[in-house]
């Protein structure tokens, strides 16, 4: 579409962002696609919503349901992602996103799991759950299979558990933590359980949290031990490797703070310096800009690792971003006295872990450890049951590779369908999928060259630093033979044409690529009314 660096269009970046929404604006009035509408586009997670809010531990049928639910949250992702588009291009991305994890996670936790029996999570026991009923069985009244939780104590109460009456939810929780399994009332707390379920992905708080997270403060470990019927395993689990917790919420809120304009300002930075580039735009095929310094243009090995680098360093950024608005809101803004324990700081670990993680772990510990766990547990889960039904231990080098096979597979499905739904010329298969495949295959790479060398003996007689150098140039070096398969892809999608901030820092001061720059980046509103033929065609389209 855009291949030589001689066509005289688009001579900027605004050109490109006017074609996409132009685009867009055409194949909705000729009816090649739909607009994505609210609230019928959150139709595929209500489904999942209403049924976990039924209680079917005593319904073998209504279990049996779940493959139902699946099929419709498959069915409605497919339909998404084929039928409808959205304006804003980063939103494009995230509609393919969301789709294929909506199915990702109903399977981790209805199909690969039981939520309603295998899992718990921490919550005050005033108001909350106190002697109220949770099932009707024996293996439910023990609040955990036995598969999943540790030595059982005899139930019991604390002291100051105050009975439920009525209605509870969050904002009436007190006293000290146990850990709370599926409750049956009241509902409204039944209802606020089943939407933390469905919206805590890394697991701070539940039961199956991810062992990328540190685990909870100790004096709250012993209320949990004290007042619960059972404890999951390795709850208390530590290693190097996890992220930080902030012990207090004036902590958290003023880490998440820093992180939020550092990132901002980064963000602000990079869009500034990669707008001089038409690869940014997606031009992936255009040689760096003439006016660029020698050593980039006069090197195309400089020059892709400049834009891999810049890339890399600005999804990073992006995603910090992003993800450190959540502890702002709930922890900050909104507070316990609202959401009970879903506003305390042992909720909010970091996104990230320290790089430490790669240099001593390689390919496996950047992906395991030092990247944002969002999707580690719903990636993980579907290779878990694989593992099981073909009785491979997990521990041994084939079972390591099926796990890896699939997560990998699974997360570059999740990128795929981003791609897919971007509003530019994309190649979700041999770019995002691709990408995300090979990393399997490095850290497979990893794992056979490390159990060679335990076997030698070789790798204790090399020292520790030299490890890491060894361990950090065969990471980056994997990344520049890898990683133009997911940039080139998100770049040809638009990913870049995004305005991340309203206000510019440097292009104010008057540092950007476009007499169109200026301090304002963001123009009109981002959602707007939309009216179709029918009553089910019509709503928020953003």
Same mark, same amino acid.
């Given at each position: 579409?855009?291949?030589?660096?001689?066509? !005289?269009?688009?001579?900027?970046?605004?050109?490109?962002?006017?074609?996409?929404?132009?685009?867009?604006?055409?194949?909705?009035?000729?009816?090649?696609?739909?607009?994505?509408?609210? !609230?019928?586009?959150?139709?595929?997670?209500?489904?999942?919503?209403?049924?976990?809010?039924?209680?079917?531990?005593?319904?073998?049928?209504?279990?049996?349901?779940?493959?139902?639910?699946?099929?419709?949250?498959?069915? =409605?992702?497919?339909?998404?992602?084929?039928?409808?588009?959205?304006?804003?291009?980063?939103?494009?991305?995230?509609?393919?996103?969301?789709?294929?994890?909506?199915?990702?996670?109903?399977?981790?936790?209805?199909?690969?799991?039981?939520?309603?029996?295998?899992?718990?999570?921490?919550?005050?026991?005033?108001?909350?759950?106190?002697?109220? @009923?949770?099932?009707?069985?024996?293996?439910?009244?023990?609040?955990?299979?036995?598969?999943?939780?540790?030595?059982?104590?005899?139930?019991?109460?604390?002291?100051?558990?105050?009975?439920?009456?009525?209605?509870?939810?969050?904002?009436?929780?007190?006293?000290?933590?146990?850990?709370?399994?599926?409750?049956?009332?009241?509902?409204?707390?039944?209802?606020?359980?089943?939407?933390?379920?469905?919206?805590?992905?890394?697991?701070?708080?539940?039961?199956?949290?991810?062992?990328?997270?540190?685990?909870?403060?100790?004096?709250?470990?012993?209320?949990?031990?004290?007042?619960?019927?059972?404890?999951?395993?390795?709850?208390?689990?530590?290693?190097?490797?996890?992220?930080?917790?902030?012990?207090?919420?004036?902590?958290?809120?003023?880490?998440?703070?820093?992180?939020?304009?550092?990132?901002?300002?980064?963000?602000?930075?990079?869009?500034?310096?990669?707008?001089?580039?038409?690869?940014?735009?997606?031009?992936?095929?255009? !040689?760096?800009?003439?006016?660029?310094?020698?050593?980039?243009?006069?090197?195309?090995?400089?020059?892709?690792?400049?834009?891999?680098?810049?890339?890399?360093?600005?999804?990073?950024?992006?995603?910090?971003?992003?993800?450190?608005?959540?502890?702002?809101?709930?922890?900050?803004?909104?507070?316990?006295?609202?959401?009970?324990?879903?506003?305390?700081? =042992?909720?909010?670990?970091?996104?990230?872990?320290?790089?430490?993680?790669?240099?001593?772990?390689?390919?496996?510990?950047?992906?395991?450890?030092?990247?944002?766990?969002?999707?580690?547990?719903?990636?993980?889960?579907?290779?878990?049951?694989?593992?099981?039904?073909?009785?491979?231990?997990?521990?041994?080098?084939?079972?390591?590779?099926?796990?890896?096979?699939?997560?990998?597979?699974?997360?570059?499905?999740?990128?795929?369908?981003? @791609?897919?739904?971007?509003?530019?010329?994309?190649?979700?298969?041999?770019? @995002?999928?691709?990408?995300?495949?090979?990393?399997?295959?490095?850290?497979?790479?990893?794992?056979?060259?490390?159990?060679?060398?335990?076997?030698?003996?070789?790798?204790?007689?090399?020292?520790? @630093?030299?490890?890491?150098?060894?361990?950090?140039?065969?990471?980056?070096?994997? =990344?520049?033979?890898?990683?133009?398969?997911?940039?080139?892809?998100?770049?040809?999608?638009?990913?870049?044409?995004?305005?991340?901030?309203?206000?510019?820092?440097?292009?104010?001061?008057?540092?950007?690529?476009?007499?169109?720059?200026?301090?304002?980046?963001?123009?009109?509103?981002?959602?707007?009314?939309?009216?179709?033929?029918?009553?089910?065609?019509?709503?928020?389209?953003?």
């Amino acid at each position: 579409m855009f291949s030589t660096p001689l066509d !005289p269009w688009p001579r900027s970046h605004y050109d490109l962002v006017e074609h996409y929404y132009a685009q867009y604006e055409r194949q909705i009035a000729s009816g090649e696609y739909q607009p994505f509408l609210y !609230p019928w586009g959150a139709l595929g997670a209500l489904v999942t919503l209403v049924y976990l809010l039924v209680p079917h531990q005593s319904r073998p049928w209504l279990r049996n349901c779940k493959y139902l639910v699946l099929a419709w949250n498959i069915g =409605f992702a497919v339909y998404t992602m084929l039928y409808t588009r959205v304006k804003i291009i980063s939103v494009g991305y995230g509609i393919g996103v969301v789709s294929v994890w909506n199915v990702v996670w109903v399977s981790a936790i209805l199909i690969c799991n039981d939520a309603q029996t295998d899992f718990m999570r921490i919550e005050r026991t005033e108001g909350a759950f106190g002697t109220a @009923s949770t099932s009707t069985s024996s293996k439910e009244e023990d609040g955990m299979d036995s598969k999943r939780a540790g030595p059982r104590k005899k139930r019991h109460e604390p002291k100051d558990t105050i009975m439920p009456t009525g209605t509870a939810g969050p904002a009436r929780h007190q006293g000290q933590y146990a850990w709370q399994p599926y409750p049956l009332s009241p509902f409204v707390e039944r209802l606020d359980w089943v939407l933390d379920l469905l919206n805590n992905f890394r697991g701070a708080g539940w039961s199956w949290r991810t062992s990328a997270l540190p685990p909870p403060p100790k004096w709250l470990q012993e209320q949990l031990g004290r007042n619960s019927a059972a404890v999951p395993k390795h709850h208390d689990r530590i290693h190097a490797s996890q992220a930080r917790s902030h012990p207090t919420r004036t902590e958290l809120v003023a880490a998440n703070a820093k992180t939020l304009l550092t990132s901002c300002l980064a963000l602000d930075a990079l869009k500034t310096v990669m707008m001089w580039d038409p690869y940014f735009w997606g031009l992936v095929d255009h !040689p760096p800009p003439s006016h660029f310094p020698a050593f980039i243009t006069q090197s195309a090995r400089i020059t892709h690792v400049y834009r891999i680098t810049l890339s890399m360093v600005g999804i990073k950024f992006a995603l910090q971003a992003l993800f450190s608005v959540a502890p702002l809101v709930l922890a900050g803004l909104i507070g316990p006295d609202k959401l009970g324990a879903r506003a305390e700081p =042992f909720m909010y670990p970091d996104t990230w872990g320290p790089f430490v993680a790669v240099l001593d772990g390689g390919l496996a510990g950047w992906w395991g450890n030092w990247w944002h766990q969002t999707f580690r547990f719903g990636v993980d889960q579907p290779s878990r049951r694989l593992l099981a039904v073909f009785a491979l231990d997990r521990k041994t080098l084939a079972g390591k590779v099926v796990q890896l096979g699939v997560a990998f597979g699974i997360s570059g499905l999740l990128h795929a369908g981003g @791609s897919y739904t971007f509003a530019g010329e994309t190649n979700p298969i041999g770019g @995002s999928l691709a990408f995300f495949l090979w990393q399997a295959v490095g850290i497979s790479a990893e794992l056979a060259l490390t159990q060679a060398a335990r076997s030698t003996e070789l790798g204790d007689r090399i020292p520790k @630093s030299l490890k890491r150098v060894f361990t950090f140039v065969y990471v980056h070096m994997w =990344f520049y033979f890898t990683a133009h398969l997911l940039i080139d892809d998100v770049a040809r999608g638009g990913l870049w044409l995004v305005e991340p901030v309203p206000v510019s820092l440097f292009r104010g001061m008057g540092l950007g690529a476009d007499k169109r720059d200026g301090w304002w980046c963001w123009d009109g509103p981002t959602w707007r009314w939309h009216s179709g033929d029918r009553w089910w065609n019509s709503g928020i389209a953003v």
